[in-house]
């Protein structure tokens, strides 16, 4: 009698174990899930190469804890890679150019970096590339400065010469230092396809949910294939962050290189602005790249993009770069309204000249998407 009792108080004493772990558990589901309604999720989204990711980088250093040593030199590889993808990028570009336009000698080494130029697109072909070592740059400094390297530098809006090209060549000799760490520079400077999707959450004013918005922002690739991976993310959108390179007017894509660039970030946009889940999400619009595109637009005219055929020039220098970027705008918001319909007028639209590599600008930026939509919620509590 005595051990039915001792098991009965040893059972009763289990159950009531298992029920307080099941009673913590549900407790920190609801708080979860409490916690997951203050949290407003961002999706940003654009073409290949438009700039997304550098954004996403710069979260991280503005708003989180930035890189950590072993994230640093992960990134080692990947700017070493650059380094002789642009150069086999732009020793073949030679070659192509000079068969394709015959009798001239403009894009041909010279005998002496022929030889060195094979090697070097040799390299840039593999998967795995050598760590940078001082003889290594050493020859590739002879290539790049070639002048028919440095003319073919010149038509890399042709090749997909990538926008980190000049930046890298010319902290080569830091590169290939043996003790070789890279800096938040190098990092925002280096270019990896994205693929999938990545997810990070941040607040603009501080982690403090009482001092500001909480955001989740998910990164996806934009080359035509991972767009497919886009669809599922739709819903429970705060806003939208759309990425437009403008400095891509006179470029073609990675994977359609008969394709402009601009007129596929435009049915891109057209796209997305259709989305029956975005009727009541914010779009907020980065005109991205704007310090090439202030650099671009003098030297090579605007209206060589279909969609800004009608563009006449009025001036030159700033003046000039500053009218050609509110005809470029304009057409966005042009292209925006065309595609809402009149119940959804009062949607958040926002247009930001953004340079992605600038980490003030984005702050800057971010601040001020912060308060627009901490302004559009008050408003729908109608408390504004």
């Known amino acids: 009698m005595g051990l039915l009792c001792s ?17 913590e558990i549900e407790r920190r589901i609801e708080q979860e899930t409490k916690a997951e309604k203050h949290i407003r999720k961002l999706l940003l989204l654009g073409a290949g190469e438009s700039g997304k990711s550098t954004i996403f980088k710069q979260i991280k250093l503005l708003f989180q804890t930035g890189f950590d040593e072993r994230e640093l030199q992960s990134y080692i590889s990947v700017i070493h890679a650059n380094v002789y993808q642009t150069i086999k990028i732009l020793h073949d570009g030679a070659k192509e150019l000079a068969l394709s336009e015959a009798g001239s000698s403009k894009y041909e080494l010279s ?50 010469v990538p926008d980190c090209a000049d930046y890298f060549m010319e902290n080569l000799q830091r590169l290939s230092e043996a003790n070789y760490i890279p800096t938040k520079e190098d990092v925002l400077h280096a270019r990896v396809r994205t693929t999938g999707v990545v997810e990070t959450q941040f607040s603009p004013v501080g982690e403090n949910k009482k001092s500001g918005e909480v955001y989740r ?29 403008i400095s891509e007017y006179d470029q073609t894509l990675f994977e359609d290189e008969n394709r402009n660039r601009i007129m596929e970030t435009k049915e891109l946009f057209e796209w997305v602005l ?27 005219p605007l209206n060589v993009c279909e969609w800004f055929k009608d563009y006449q020039p009025v001036s030159t220098g700033k003046q000039e770069v500053e009218h050609a970027y509110e005809f470029v ?56």
């Not at 022929?114 to 593999?126: A, M, N, V, Y």
């Not at 889940?277 to 991205?288: A, I, P, V």
Request: proline share 1%.
């Open 217 to 245: 922002l998910y990164d996806v690739g934009g080359q035509r294939n991972e767009r497919r991976k886009w669809i599922h993310l739709f819903d429970g959108v705060t806003a939208v962050i759309f990425c437009a390179a």
């Open 111 to 160: 005998v002496d970096n022929k030889e060195i130029g094979e090697k070097l697109s040799d390299i840039g072909g593999r998967l795995d590339y050598p760590r940078l070592t001082e003889e290594l740059v050493q020859d590739i400094l002879k290539v790049w400065r070639d002048p028919a390297i440095q003319e073919t530098y010149t038509r890399g809006n042709e090749l997909q």
């Open 7 to 23: 098991r009965h108080k040893r059972g009763n004493q289990a159950t009531t174990e298992e029920n307080d772990q099941a009673a």
């Open 274 to 300: 259709k989305q029956k889940c975005f009727e009541k999400t914010s779009f907020m619009l980065f005109l991205n790249k704007f310090d090439i595109f202030e650099k671009k637009v003098s030297k090579v």
């Open 329 to 384: 705008k304009k057409k966005f918001e042009e292209l925006y309204y065309q595609n809402v319909t009149c119940d959804h007028q009062d949607r958040v639209f926002k247009i930001y000249r953004t340079t992605a590599l600038d980490q003030k600008l984005v702050k800057k930026t971010f601040k001020l998407v912060d308060e627009t939509l901490r302004r559009r919620n008050l408003f729908e509590a109608g408390l504004l």
